[in-house]
T-cell receptor
Framework: EAGVAQSPRYKIIEKRQSVAFWCNPI?????LYWYQQILGQGPKLLIQ????????DSQLPKDRFSAERLKGVDSTLKIQPAKLEDSAVYLC?????????????FGPGTRLTVT | GESVGLHLPTLSVQEGDNSIINCAYS??????FIWYKQESGKGPQFIID?????DKRQGQRVTVLLNKTVKHLSLQIAATQPGDSAVYFC????????????FGAGTRLFVKA
């Protein structure tokens, strides 16, 4: 079974630029998550989709971050404009159903450096 | 904050010894807990989970203990191997109008050969 795919693996941008990350979840997984992991910390949930609807985006900085999940499959996370404090690893995960009952499978992450 | 930890706690053990990694959770309403292992450059990987109606659950070489009275979770790794070296996170699933996973700060495990 193929895992969660993410691209790019690494990205370096200057502050105020924009960037987009892509995620392809495991086939058949209804729930997709984007997490931000700052160095030395645990992942923090940014947004959670159930199929193509948003379940939770309470910790997404909506003035600069946006995410969409097209046709309930792939997802993109965008940052515009980026700030220095956005430097982190952005992790995508997917699960068959909601997190209370189903194991989440994580991709390798995209390491973003904002200079 | 919900995921805090500017400095990762570190545990160093000798190969073959048992490891115990501890975690305190914050919300008594959380009813599902998971331990993840994260190796350098990789995403977190599920190790074992436990529901709040259980005190103990065993897997292959791993055991999770849950003490709801003091809101404490522990992961025991038997006969620790060099491949167990990683950062370990506990996570709680909290119902905030829909289930949401909250990660702890993590513990870095070093296994000395």
């Amino acid at each position: 079974e193929a895992g969660v795919a993410q691209s790019p693996r690494y990205k370096i941008i200057e502050k105020r630029q924009s960037v987009a990350f892509w995620c392809n979840p495991i086939s058949g997984h209804a729930t997709l998550y984007w997490y931000q992991q700052i160095l030395g910390q645990g992942p923090k949930l940014l947004i959670q989709f159930q199929n193509n609807g948003v379940v939770d985006d309470s910790q997404l900085p909506k003035d600069r971050f946006s995410a969409e999940r097209l046709k309930g499959v792939d997802s993109t996370l965008k940052i515009q404009p980026a700030k220095l404090e956005d430097s982190a690893v952005y992790l995508c995960a997917s699960s068959l159903g909601g997190p209370g009952f189903y194991e989440q499978y994580f991709g390798p992450g995209t390491r973003l450096t904002v200079t | 904050g919900e995921s805090v930890g500017l400095h990762l706690p570190t545990l160093s053990v000798q190969e073959g010894d048992n490891s115990i990694i501890n975690c305190a959770y914050s919300n008594s309403a959380s009813d599902y807990f998971i331990w993840y292992k994260q190796e350098s450059g990789k995403g977190p990987q599920f190790i074992i989970d436990i529901r709040s109606n259980m005190d103990k659950r065993q897997g292959q070489r791993v055991t999770v203990l849950l003490n709801k009275t003091v809101k404490h979770l522990s992961l025991q790794i038997a006969a620790t191997q060099p491949g167990d070296s990683a950062v370990y996170f506990c996570a709680e699933n909290r119902n905030t109008g829909g289930f949401k996973t909250i990660f702890g700060a993590g513990t870095r495990l070093f296994v000395k050969a």
